[in-house]
């Protein structure tokens, strides 16, 4: 059962254009969401997160929104540059004493953005 | 010196070789990981130091063996894999493990072992 889901595998933008990809999760004791960035045959790359009491970070040109009732996140890209081109994944991380050890990442299985010049 | 460096980049081995990959930080970090990755597919867990202690093992086979000599080494010994065993390796770190302190989880990655069985 996926517990993080990025619907859409993958998704083109125009340079300049916003880019919007999104994520959902199904358990409501995560309390951290990550984004990473990954190019073919690199590790993936930190790119922004946000804790679960907030709503909203923004660094730069990226801003990931949380919406906890809807168990929806989505990061956005603005403006869109060719170098975005990659795949995006969402990550998110249960929280909580009851966590134990099993507090490893959830990841979601990416969604492929093409930014067209 | 803020990277995880992974040696080699590419392996190509056959099903009765041992060989191992390196991965090296010097950030501090104390909890160190071992992940797969297939293409298309997003980081698989597979082990978990923290404090050079094997924290978590993922059920991993034992064909794979991981080894943490000190804070800024990690080791995964390869022996007898089999061809679906080919893909992506990727060693991170983060600065702490602890499953009861809210930290960022943020993991550092390396660029990764691209490990082909033959």
């Known amino acids: 059962d996926q517990q993080v889901k990025q619907n859409s595998p993958s998704l083109s933008v125009q340079e300049g254009r916003i880019s919007i990809l999104n994520c959902d999760y199904t358990?409501?004791?995560?309390?951290?969401f990550l984004w990473y960035k990954k190019y073919p045959a690199e590790g993936p790359t930190f790119l922004i997160s946000?804790?679960?009491i907030k709503d909203k970070n923004e660094d730069g040109r990226f801003t990931v929104f949380l919406n906890k009732s809807a168990k929806h996140l989505s990061l956005h890209i603005v403006p869109s540059q060719p170098g975005d081109s990659a795949v995006y994944f969402c990550?998110?991380?249960?929280?909580?004493?009851?966590?134990?050890?099993?507090?490893?990442?959830?990841w979601g299985l990416g969604t492929s953005l093409a930014v067209n010049p | 010196d803020t990277e995880v460096t992974q040696t080699p980049k590419h392996l190509v081995m056959g099903m009765t070789n041992k060989k191992s990959l390196k991965c090296e930080q010097h950030?501090?970090?104390?909890?160190m990981y071992w992940y797969k990755q297939k293409a298309k597919k997003p980081p698989e867990l597979m082990f978990v130091?923290?404090?050079?202690?094997?924290?978590i093992n993922e059920s991993v086979p034992s064909r794979f063996s991981p080894e943490c000599p000190n804070s800024s080494l990690l080791n995964l010994h390869l022996h007898a894999l089999q061809p679906e065993d080919s893909a992506l390796y990727l060693c991170?770190?983060?600065?702490?493990?602890?499953?009861?302190?809210?930290?960022?989880?943020?993991?550092?990655f390396g660029s990764g072992t691209q490990l082909s069985v033959l």
């Open positions: 991170a770190s983060s600065l702490l493990y602890l499953r009861w302190v809210e930290i960022n989880e943020k993991l550092i």
């Open positions: 950030m501090g970090h104390r909890a």
């Open positions: 130091y923290s404090y050079e202690k094997l924290s």
């Open positions: 358990n409501s004791m995560f309390d951290y």
């Open positions: 946000i804790s679960s």
């Open positions: 990550a998110a991380r249960p929280g909580g004493y009851n966590a134990g050890n099993n507090r490893k990442l959830i």
